[in-house]
């Protein structure tokens, strides 16, 4: 759906929507990115998280204020329709249990959390990166200090930098330095 479907095109989709999630029998949905999503998505996944008997899973960055993708996640906060769960940072003792969560024998929880820290800056994403490019290329026993860097999260956090400000990304070298 794109901004040019507006409200009509939501209106005149909800209802054949919900009727094919049925059909089909799905009962969870899940969308990632969600910041992402245009005006017109948004307000179809509004509507569908009313009409349709599905359970909805949203995967979102926080938002600005103003924004489409802010403007949602509150309403269904509002409405009762969903529950917010913010993930935080892992600082080292959390990282720590993550791992021992893993229950992988011959890793390290307490070497590996402090590299997993220095690599990732505990972003939650950036570390589950991180453990499925280092099984991926060696498997769970390979030698932490060796490590890969996730190419994939360094991609990420540079399209995040480029939408900065000049100020605003002048502020967040200084802060790397």
Excluded: K, Y
Aim: hydrophobic share 45%; charged share 20%.
């Amino acid at each position: 759906l794109g901004p040019a479907g507006g409200e009509h095109t939501t209106a005149a989709c909800s209802e054949p929507g919900a009727e094919l999630l049925e059909a089909a029998g799905v009962e969870v949905l899940a969308g990632d990115d969600v910041h992402r999503a245009d005006p017109a998505s948004l307000a179809l996944f509004e509507v569908l998280t009313e009409v349709a008997p599905v359970r909805w899973c949203f995967s979102m960055r926080l938002s600005a204020p103003g924004s489409s993708a802010h403007g949602f996640a509150a309403r269904l906060l509002e409405a009762g329709r969903t529950t917010g769960v913010f993930l935080r940072r892992l600082d080292e003792p959390g990282l720590v249990e993550l791992l021992d969560s893993i229950g992988v024998e011959s890793l390290d929880s307490g070497s590996a959390a402090s590299m997993l820290l220095r690599l990732t800056g505990g972003h939650p994403q950036f570390v589950l990166e991180a453990l499925r490019v280092a099984w991926r290329d060696s498997g769970p026993n390979q030698d932490i200090a060796r490590w890969p860097e996730p190419g994939s999260f360094a991609a990420r956090a540079a399209a995040q930098l480029a939408c900065l400000s000049p100020p605003a990304l002048e502020l967040a070298r200084l802060a790397a330095l």
